[in-house]
């Protein structure tokens, strides 16, 4: 920061950026922007406050208010001229205050004062946020300087306005908030369900109990429902965008554009559940692999009269502008190159490695799989799978050997779904609990050896369960039975990953950290400069799914298999979330997929040497670890800072008690006095938002946008010999597939939802970068992000190089596609890689 002699002048000249607010008309088919607001200059004043001279109360002293001028135009934003008349006794600035006499908002991007040091550059206020009329607000507007500042090291005359622009931050807990509200607090999720529709709509509030424990989400404060006091009301489908959260925190107009672009096809299918009837054309069934691929080249053909028929105007409109390729669809990695190479067991195998969800697998210490269900409950669990099942493919090896050797695994998805199994089978949904085991073989590829398919016993829980074990199978019937019991297993594992590791475990996990930090952190704050950049947009993302995606009849609910039980399974699941073991070598560890190694690099040894998501995420988090290490030491020189640092204590206390509330007393929380803990802490937190969030959600559509390979839903049980189902899959296997998976119309409206969650956003901010090179005025940050920065495109290059090793079978695999997610940048759209800095979509 400039000395405070160079600016001990009368006169302090300025420019300011702002971003004008544009109407948004949403149509059918884009976004077209309309009028935009204009700024008058003289309706908005600015004040300086001074970090050196002020009044007894130690609070900055101001200085005169000045009035905007000379507004310059360059693309969407304007530059203003701002001259500051000040006293000789003012000294250096440290804020600004801002007022809106307009009678609409503008985004204000950053304010820079002109220093007599012309080596210095300028005196930085990076803004970003918006600015209402001053009338919308009960406290003025300020901005800081470009500085980060431990609480006990800022100056004494900002002190006080540093303090209340958190309370600001943290409303008072009541009252109905409004869009100019800037207020981050907690809810419980109270309002996934919709009582007044009646009892097939009502919810479990999740949140608050021990028996429906969850992470908390932003409050959003609409009025309960008359049916139930204790749940929310919801906003129309239509009024979705509205949703509240604080409005820094919702999608810039690019990003706006982006997604709704493409979410209205999901919007339009939800308006007209009945779209199958608008004419002669079935959305019921497939009814071959063929049929499923006509849907990437001219989409789903509409007959001319249902175009003029269309009751729904909305729909109407949407058909008419698409013509003849309605619901058309781009065509997905998995089948670019080989249209049937999904099917293979190898493939099968190597998605759990380097598909959309590598987070599950787990080594296997014991023979036969045990399970950790209360057996006073469910009775016995213990797998019913065999040595005669599997001891013949085992490469000559006995099942003792492969267990001493590190080559027996399991997906075991048996536990997870087990209590859930008679709700879950009353409806339209028939699953079965799932255990499978693989054999790693020399090459280093994992062979399916064999897939428990379990059902509740039939006499009640207590007596366990029943199953039957499929083995591999090559010829006719059996073939196809093998094929089915393969997409059971995708079936829970889509479910396992949508709900669990990719919602609860990105997402719902980070959500009141976000809120936590942005109330008890300053901006000022150099652990909130650390870790602002990920928490963009996700609390909007967070808002518009619980509108659209995970309540009552959304889409989740309509597409993946729990159906109305999905966001109760996320809770049951969060039972079981430790803070410290989403750290990625905790996680390895944890699953028997790697072991300690204190003579390796990373700390540990993987015991799957070709593992695509654990290799490249091992190197990814050792970049994150190096750079929160080396940030946190400009500003931590020992330990008795951090435990001196009263922000710091308060963030870290609200974010366990009140975020994660229901976990507030659990023994394994950081206790927050180390450099150490804080250093993990933020690896951990900057991990699950960046890196954990892009490898499991951005191969989505790559993968699972053909449905036949990922599966998120299955309708009746495997076909016993004799039935009609079984002569079907004799004599027409994929019509016997297709009839098990998901509907016509679920998988549209599915691959709708996923093709919107894989898609980069073109103003995108990746790992490694900063959407402003001002983002501090402190230069070791800005030379270490920098270092991050080429060890991520290091790490990129490594990344292309192992693809391009035939050495490395899982990173391409039967199906041709490289493994990608974990490359750290990417251009817009559907790519199947880079690693955004947050959970932004």
């Not at 952190?521 to 659209?548: C, E, G, W």
């Amino acid at each position: 920061m400039a000395s405070t002699s160079k600016l001990e002048s009368k006169k302090i000249n300025g420019t300011v950026v702002v971003v004008k607010k544009r109407a948004l008309e949403l149509v059918p088919s884009e976004v077209v922007p309309q009028k935009v607001y204009e700024i008058l200059g003289d309706k908005v004043t600015l004040q300086l406050i001074s970090s050196v001279n002020g009044d007894s109360e130690n609070k900055g002293k101001l200085g005169n208010p000045a009035h905007l001028r000379d507004e310059n135009k360059v693309g969407d934003e304007s530059k203003f001229s701002v001259t500051f008349d000040l006293d000789e006794e003012f000294g250096a600035p440290g804020a600004f205050i801002i007022k809106n006499f307009n009678p609409n908002e503008f985004f204000l991007k950053k304010l820079t004062l002109e220093v007599d040091d012309p080596s210095h550059g300028g005196m930085h206020f990076v803004c970003k946020s918006w600015v209402y009329p001053a009338e919308k607000y009960k406290s003025d507007r300020i901005f800081f300087v470009n500085q980060a500042w431990l609480p006990s090291e800022t100056p004494v005359k900002l002190r006080w306005y540093r303090e209340e622009e958190l309370l600001n931050l943290r409303g008072n807990g009541i009252g109905k908030l409004e869009e100019w509200d800037r207020v981050y607090d907690y809810a419980y999720y109270n309002d996934l369900g919709e009582p007044e529709k009646g009892s097939t709509y009502v919810r479990p509030i999740l949140g608050g109990s021990t028996k429906y424990p969850y992470p908390r989400r932003g409050r959003t404060s609409r009025s309960p429902t008359k049916t139930d006091p204790n749940s929310e009301s919801r906003l129309p489908l239509l009024m979705s965008f509205d949703i509240y959260v604080p409005r820094d925190e919702k999608f810039a107009p690019l990003k706006m554009t982006d997604f709704i672009g493409i979410a209205l096809k999901v919007i339009v299918q939800l308006l007209v559940p009945e779209l199958e009837s608008l004419g002669n054309i079935n959305l019921n069934e497939f009814n071959s692999f063929e049929d499923i691929l006509k849907i990437y080249g001219g989409g789903v053909n509409l007959p001319d009269d249902v175009l003029q028929r269309s009751s729904a105007e909305m729909l109407k409109e949407f058909i008419q502008s698409s013509g003849h390729e309605f619901l058309k669809y781009p065509m997905p990695q998995v089948i670019k190159e080989d249209k049937s190479a999904w099917r293979t067991d190898e493939e099968f195998a190597r998605e759990m490695l380097a598909g959309i969800n590598p987070v599950c697998i787990c080594g296997l210490k014991e023979f036969p799989p045990t399970s950790k269900l209360d057996p006073k409950v469910y009775g016995d669990q213990t797998s019913k799978i065999s040595r005669e099942h599997i001891q013949n493919q085992l490469d000559g090896l006995t099942i003792e050997e492969v267990i001493k050797g590190n080559q027996l695994f399991i997906l075991d998805h048996h536990d997870t779904l087990m209590p859930y199994m008679r709700q879950i089978n009353m409806t339209s949904t028939k699953i079965y609990a799932s255990r499978t085991l693989l054999f790693l073989q020399k090459d280093v590829t994992l062979k399916p050896l064999g897939i428990e398919l379990s059902l509740p016993h039939p006499d009640g829980d207590q007596h366990g369960f029943i199953s039957k074990v499929f083995t591999p199978q090559e010829d006719g019937v059996d073939a196809s039975i093998w094929q089915l019991a393969k997409a059971y297993v995708a079936v829970n594992d889509s479910g396992v990953h949508q709900l669990i590791s990719h919602w609860l475990h990105t997402h719902a996990t980070i959500e009141p950290i976000v809120i936590a930090t942005n109330r008890q952190l300053s901006v000022l704050h150099p652990i909130y400069k650390l870790l602002h950049p990920h928490f963009r947009d996700t609390m909007h993302i967070n808002a518009l799914a619980r509108q659209t995606l995970l309540n009552a009849g959304g889409i989740l609910e309509q597409t993946v298999f729990p159906t109305k039980y999905a966001m109760e399974m996320t809770s049951a699941a969060y039972k079981d979330w430790v803070f410290p073991e989403q750290a990625l070598p905790a996680d390895l560890i944890k699953r028997g997929v790697a072991i300690e190694d204190p003579e390796s690099e990373k700390g540990v040894r993987l015991l799957i040497q070709d593992y695509p998501y654990a290799v490249d995420g091992l190197e990814i988090w050792a970049a994150i670890k190096s750079w929160v290490q080396e940030y946190c030491t400009i500003y931590y020189k020992t330990d008795d800072m951090i435990q001196k640092d009263t922000e710091l204590q308060a963030w870290w206390k609200e974010l366990q008690e009140e975020g994660h509330g229901d976990k507030k007393d659990e023994p394994w929380w950081p206790k927050m006095q180390t450099l150490k803990e804080l250093t993990d802490s933020c690896t951990i937190i900057i991990w699950i938002a960046s890196a954990l969030h892009a490898a499991i959600n951005f191969g989505q559509y790559p993968y699972g946008g053909y449905l036949p390979n990922r599966p998120s839903m299955s309708r009746r049980l495997m076909p016993e010999p004799g039935s009609p189902e079984y002569e079907e899959l004799k004599t027409n296997p994929e019509k016997g597939y297709l009839r098990t998976i998901t509907p016509q119309l679920q998988t549209l409206i599915g691959i709708s939802a996923i093709e919107i969650l894989s898609t980069h956003s073109s103003d995108e901010i990746y790992l490694g970068q900063r959407d402003t090179p001002d983002w501090t005025n402190d230069k070791a940050p800005l030379q270490a992000l920098e270092r991050f920065g080429k060890k991520l495109a290091e790490i990129a290059e490594k990344i292309i190089k192992m693809n391009n090793d035939k050495k490395w079978k899982n990173r391409m695999g039967p199906t041709k596609m490289p493994y990608t997610l974990l490359y750290h940048i990417s251009e817009p759209g559907l790519t199947g890689k880079g690693i955004p800095n947050s959970v932004s979509i």
